[in-house]
């Protein structure tokens, strides 16, 4: 546990808890049962920002939709440009993401945004054994790429 000031006492770590048994049940749906899923999980977001503004990760100079050259997605509420922004931002924060749930807290919709970034820090630590928030000493996997890294899965 990394922390400048611990404010009462430590708290120990919880055992034998399957941290990923709800993207286990995502990941045994068929992609068109997955696709519905995330829609329908994202179909009442106003799009405020609220999971954006409060995420210690988006701390970019200009958020990717605030981007007008180009333009990654509109402004409105469209369902594929809501879509688009839960998904860009969960991949933005990939192997980054603590998992904090400070997104989560501020929806004013309730929206379960960490549904999207669960599925990514399980995938980078089984295929980077990399948990976020574990060590200063190793930069995120995502944020190492290198121009000779193996790229046979691109085709």
Same mark, same amino acid.
């Given at each position: 546990m ?6 009462g ?13 709800d ?5 045994a749906?068929?992609?068109?049962e ?27 100079p ?5 981007e ?6 509109g402004k ?10 839960? &998904?860009?931002?969960?991949? %933005?924060? *990939?192997g980054?993401c !603590?998992d ?5 807290? #501020?929806?004013p919709m309730d929206?379960?945004?960490?549904q ?8 980078? &630590?089984?295929?980077?054994? %990399?948990? *976020?928030g574990?060590? !200063?000493?190793?930069?995120p996997p995502?944020? #190492? ?11």
């Open positions: 990394i922390y400048d000031e611990l404010l006492e430590r708290v120990p770590e919880q055992e034998r808890m399957d941290r990923y048994e993207v286990r049940k995502l990941e749906m068929d992609a068109d997955r696709s519905k899923y995330f829609q329908d999980l994202v179909a009442s977001c106003i799009r405020c920002y609220a999971c954006r503004d409060v995420c210690p990760l988006c701390y970019c200009t958020c990717f939709v605030d007008s050259r180009p333009q990654w997605l409105s509420i469209d369902p594929t440009d809501t879509f688009t922004f839960h &998904l860009l931002r969960a991949f %933005h924060c *990939a980054r !603590t904090c749930g400070a997104c989560e807290r #501020v929806c929206i379960k945004v960490r999207f970034t669960k599925k990514l820090e399980k995938d980078v &630590l089984e295929l980077y054994d %990399h948990e *976020a574990m060590t !200063t000493e190793t930069r995502l944020d #190492v790429y290198q121009p000779d890294d193996p790229g046979d899965f691109i085709e």
